[in-house]
């Protein structure tokens, strides 16, 4: 399995950018899949320059209903005529992120959920191809504070994330987990993955919600501490992270986890042949 970044916040290579994410996925299979598609047409421009061809995705996901990760649906609809897109059925809710101007919307193009290509999922959904999805996910371990700015589909109510989904690809020896924002928790989405799995993921590709934590530094650094011990119990899985996550907070989670979390920029692969 090959994945490659083709939006992020970052890159090292001389890609545009911007605030969002969208991994291009090659499995070994032959299939391809895209994983999010960031704001809206720059995940296909940059794809074509990685020599990506989104026209040869066979299935595409959306984790969850917010703007950075589902505003290029309507790009690969357009320039993709045959893949199905997993999506949550809560995804087209109202989502509203609370700034200093007040409430803006996050959500996604309601114009597009009737497109007749969208899987709307639930708590569990087999893909096929050794792939799940899983949106049902408890528990408050390191769960990230910045969600508190977080609301819909009500402005007063903050939201619940029952529309994110993440995907896990069992592939060879394999077992790889992919969540957008991770704002359930990474800690508690891992959990649920090896419930949903019966197995522990050896690899995760995560944005983790740390950045804009609405903490102070000595809170922060508390936060990501705690986050890092628990991630540390997971001795046999490779973390990638990215985009939400925060490059700040990446490099304490670095100082703290060290060879076992990487970051992938935009333009950056992470070949999955190579054993950990």
């Not at 922060?220 to 899985?237: H, N, P, Q, V």
């Not at 490779?238 to 935009?266: D, N, P, R, V, W």
């Amino acid at each position: 399995m090959l994945v490659t970044s083709v939006i992020e916040n970052t890159s090292v290579k001389g890609l545009q950018v911007e605030h969002g994410l969208s991994l291009y996925i090659r499995k070994n299979d032959g299939q391809n899949v895209l994983f999010d598609m960031g704001q809206g047409s720059l995940f296909a421009r940059n794809a074509e320059a990685l020599n990506l061809n989104v026209a040869d995705v066979h299935v595409a996901v959306v984790s969850h209903g917010h703007y950075d990760h589902g505003g290029g649906l309507g790009t690969f609809l357009a320039d993709n005529s045959a893949a199905k897109v997993y999506i949550h059925r809560d995804a087209f809710q109202p989502h509203y992120s609370l700034r200093d101007t007040g409430l803006v919307y996050i959500g996604l193009d309601n114009a597009l959920k009737d497109s007749g290509r969208l899987v709307l999922c639930s708590d569990v959904t087999a893909v096929g191809g050794g792939m799940t999805l899983f949106a049902d996910v408890s528990g408050d371990c390191c769960y990230p504070p910045g969600n508190r700015r977080l609301y819909g589909p009500s402005e007063n109510v903050n939201d619940s994330f029952s529309h994110e989904q993440s995907l896990v690809i069992e592939e060879g020896s394999n077992t790889v987990l992919f969540a957008g924002c991770a704002h359930k928790g990474i800690v508690n989405i891992l959990q649920r993955a090896c419930q949903v799995t019966g197995k522990t993921p050896t690899h995760v590709f995560a944005g983790m919600h740390l950045v804009k934590s609405g903490l102070d530094g000595p809170g922060e650094d508390a936060f990501i501490r705690a986050l890092a011990a628990e991630l540390r119990k997971y001795s046999g899985t490779m973390f990638y992270t990215m985009h939400c996550t925060g490059t700040e907070q990446f490099c304490k989670l670095k100082q703290l986890m060290g060879e076992q979390i990487a970051y992938l920029s935009c333009g950056d692969s992470a070949d999955l042949c190579l054993m950990f």
